[in-house]
């Protein structure tokens, strides 16, 4: 099937203690840091996933931003393409911080394994038993022409039917998630001015 | 040794992150791994750690963890058997 016949079936952002999704804010909370914003998210979603928990802040924002998106239904054949600027940066701060540490130089296991940005895939995809495609790309921003021209790719190749895709970015304090599905059916069309519009707007 | 088994409850809680379990919900012979606790072979390896830089114990061998790690009781006692620290 040819990209141009996809469409945007619904959209994810994540930004400013705010959870944003089709338009509609489905979670705020104005006190707290980033990992109490997402604890607090976790709850609030009603998810039971102690794995949650142990997650680092990408995965744990990753995962909120997917569930908001697929936990209704999801194709089993669903790629992932993920992108952002800082990578791992945060949690390899954190592993360096642990090694390095005067008193207890440890590595800790439960920090190291995050040391990849693609790690949050993995996490989602065991979340929603997918085996399909995954690609994580880092870009100065977010670059929805690059994202498009790779998901028209599998798309065009029969490699996939649905593709859930954007951009999720820690840096300390700082995060941004912008997650969108893309679906045979939906209310956004699917184009790169479309995406760009969907970003800015919120 | 009750002591040390409350205090390994309350580090297992905060060291591999059990937000949604108290420490009065573990008991001492409740199995950590696989339908007790549930956890994984990453926490197994925390675990190790945790031996190491609380009680200056080494496994040289980490299949040793399989019979340390069993159970709270476990633990408690080769820690009690074996701590430098």
Known sequence: MKPSSFHIASYCRIIDNNIVKNDEVLFTEKTGDLSSFLKKAYKHMEIRYPKFFKMDTLSKLAFIAAETLLKDSVEKNTALVFSNKSSSLDTDRKHSASITDSVHPYASPAIFVYTLPNICLGEISIRHSLYSENSFFIFDEFNPRLLTDYCDSLLSTGKTEKILCGWVDVDKQEYDAFLYLIARTGVYPYTTDELTRLYRKT | ?85
Do not use: C, H
Not at chain 2, 28 to 56: H, R, T, W
């Open chain 2, 1 to 85: 040794m009750s002591e040390l088994k409350q205090e390994l409850k309350e580090k297992i809680i905060e060291q591999l992150n059990l937000e949604d379990i108290s420490v009065d919900e573990i008991a001492n012979d409740d199995p950590l791994f696989g339908q007790g606790l549930g956890l994984d072979s990453i926490d197994a390896l925390e675990l190790i750690v945790m031996l190491d830089k609380d009680y200056g114990i080494k496994l040289a061998d980490p299949k040793e963890g399989r019979k340390i790690f069993e159970s709270i009781n476990t633990m408690a006692a080769y820690i009690t058997a074996n701590r430098t620290t």
